[in-house]
C-alpha cells in the first residue's frame, strides 16, 4: 500500500515517517512524501535513500501535482500547514492559502480517486482558552488566531466531505508537541538554542499561560493508532498528560540548560494568546487503545541534550529563516 503523506519534511510528519520506515512488517506500506520545504522543513529529517520512500517537492495547492500522487495512492496523512501562531498574527494570508486551500485541493483529488481513510491532523488550539475542564470532540470550536481559525475551517471542511460525499475522513487534534527536530521557533527549542548560544529568552506576559506537552513519539503513535482503527468521520483528541505554565516550563529549561533567572525578559504579551488549552482523551483511550508512553521528565532531559548535541542541524536552519524574515 502507498501511504501519502503531506508535509513529512517537518517536525511531527518527519517523524511519524520515520516510525513507519522503521517497520520491517509484511504490512509496512511504502511512503510517498509531499513537502514544499519551506523554512520549517528539512530533508535531511528523512532517510535519503530508504528504499519504501519517495520524496517529492512540491506545494499542496498545486491541484494537477497533487491529482497525480492521489492516484498512486491508498491512503493520506495530512501534515501540511502553516503553523506558527505569531506569524499568523502578522500575516494571514499563506495560513488560509496553506491550511484551507491546500486541504481543499487534497480532500477532491482524494474524492475523484476513492482514497482514504484521510487522516487530517489538526490541532486543539481549534477549541480555545479553557479556565477549567478539558475540551471533548464535540465541543464547540472557539479559535482566537488566524493560525487555529484556518485550522478549523480546514477541520469542518474536511468533515464536510465525509458528511456529504461519504469520504473516509478522521481528524486529530493534539495538544503541544515537543522532542527533537523542532524547528526552533517554538517554546522549547527556541528557549534551548537560545540559552545553549547564551542569550536571553522571552517570556509572554505574566507566563501562566498553561499547555499540555505531547512527546512528538506519542502523537506519532495516536495518528497511527486512528488510522489503523479509528472510525470514519470520527475526530480524537491527542493528549500528553502533563499540563505546565509557561513560567513552570521555563522553569525546567533554565534548569536543563544551567541557567537563571537573569536570563529571562518579561516581553508583552501575544495578541490573543489563549491562557490554556487542555483536551480530553477519553475517546481516543477507550476506542484506539491509545496513552501517552513518553514520560515528561525523561523526555524533556533527552529533548535537551539532542539540541545540545545537533547544532549542525538547527543552526542552518534559524540562519535561513531570519534571511527569510528580512532579519
Known amino acids: ?50 528504499p519504501r520512500l519517495t520524496f517529492v517537492r512540491g506545494d499542496i495547492r498545486d491541484a494537477a501535482l497533487v491529482d497525480k500522487l492521489m492516484a498512486e495512492a491508498g491512503q493520506v496523512v495530512h501534515f ?31 474524492l475523484r480517486h476513492g482514497v482514504g481513510p484521510f487522516v487530517h491532523i489538526s490541532t486543539d488550539e481549534v477549541y480555545g482558552s479553557l479556565a477549567t475542564g478539558s475540551a471533548r470532540e464535540d465541543d464547540p470550536l472557539r479559535p482566537s488566531s488566524p493560525y487555529s481559525a484556518s485550522k478549523a475551517s480546514a ?13 473516509d475522513v478522521r481528524v486529530t487534534r493534539c495538544s503541544n508537541n515537543y522532542g527533537p527536530r523542532q524547528f526552533p521557533e517554538k517554546v522549547i527549542p ?13 517570556l509572554y506576559g505574566d507566563g501562566r499561560h498553561v499547555r499540555d506537552w505531547l512527546h512528538v513519539d506519542d502523537h506519532c ?26 513560567k513552570e516550563l521555563t522553569a525546567l529549561l533554565l534548569d536543563a540548560c544551567g541557567a537563571g533567572w537573569d536570563r529571562v525578559e518579561h516581553v508583552e504579551d501575544r495578541k490573543g494568546h489563549d491562557l490554556r488549552y487542555s483536551v480530553d482523551w477519553t475517546k481516543a483511550r477507550t476506542e484506539l487503545g491509545y496513552r501517552p508512553r513518553r514520560d515528561f521528565t525523561t523526555g524533556l532531559a533527552e529533548t535537551v541534550a539532542w539540541y545540545r548535541e545537533n547544532r549542525a542541524w538547527w543552526e542552518p536552519l534559524t540562519r535561513r529563516a531570519g534571511e527569510e524574515a528580512g532579519g
Do not use: C, W
Not at 31 to 50: C, E, I
Not at 82 to 100: K, M, P, Q, W
Not at 190 to 202: A, E, I, K, S, Y
Open 1 to 50: 500500500m502507498n501511504l501519502l503523506v503531506t508535509g513529512a519534511a517537518g517536525f511531527i510528519g518527519s517523524a511519524y515517517v520515520r516510525a513507519l520506515l522503521a517497520r520491517r512488517s509484511a504490512d509496512a506500506p511504502h511512503v510517498t512524501v509531499l513537502d514544499k520545504l519551506t523554512y520549517a522543513g528539512s530533508r535531511d529529517n528523512l532517510p535519503a535513500d530508504h
Open 80 to 110: 501540511a500547514a502553516e503553523s506558527h501562531v505569531d506569524r499568523s498574527i502578522t500575516g494571514a494570508g499563506d495560513f488560509v492559502l496553506t491550511n484551507v486551500v491546500g486541504t481543499q485541493v487534497l480532500l477532491d483529488a482524494a
Open 155 to 167: 477541520d469542518l471542511l474536511a468533515l464536510s466531505y465525509h458528511r456529504t460525499h461519504g469520504l
Open 190 to 202: 527556541r528557549f534551548v538554542t537560545r540559552l545553549l548560544d547564551g542569550h536571553p529568552v522571552p
Open 221 to 246: 503513535h495516536g495518528v497511527e493508532l486512528v488510522r489503523t482503527r479509528g472510525r470514519s468521520g470520527e475526530t480524537y483528541n491527542i493528549g500528553g498528560g502533563t499540563e505546565l505554565s509557561n
